[in-house]
């Protein structure tokens, strides 16, 4: 059985960190790309960063510089560690596995939520 579980979530303080993590089990981690994503009340589900199976990262331009993304594939793990917090960062957090060449199997974490606020 295929699953995603993210923690880390929490509330921080604006300037503050937090670190997500997103444990996988039930599928080959290797052969998949893994990002995380989020989304802010009222609004689209929004890239955040993601890292192929490659290692290559990429970023949403709001949190370059801020937020680093990792992957562990001996522990099958992927991290999100976001620094400067800004209120603006406040959604919910979810991570996704794609398929590095099957675009037809992917999964969606349950989502953390993440709250910055002073």
């Known amino acids: 059985q295929v699953q995603l579980v993210e923690s880390g979530g929490g509330l921080a303080q604006p300037g503050g960190s937090l670190r997500l993590s997103c444990a996988a089990s039930g599928f080959t981690f290797s052969l998949y790309h893994m990002g995380w994503y989020r989304q802010a009340p009222g609004k689209s589900r929004e890239l955040v960063a993601t890292?192929?199976?490659?290692?290559?990262?990429n970023y949403a331009d709001s949190v370059k510089g801020r937020f680093t993304i990792s992957r562990d594939n001996a522990k099958n793990i992927v991290d999100l560690q976001m620094n400067s917090l800004e209120p603006e960062d406040t959604a919910v957090y979810y991570c996704?596995?794609?398929?590095?060449?099957?675009?037809?199997?992917?999964?969606w974490g349950q989502g953390t939520q993440v709250t910055v606020s002073s």
């Open positions: 890292i192929s199976s490659g290692y290559s990262t």
């Open positions: 996704k596995a794609d398929h590095s060449w099957d675009d037809r199997r992917y999964y």
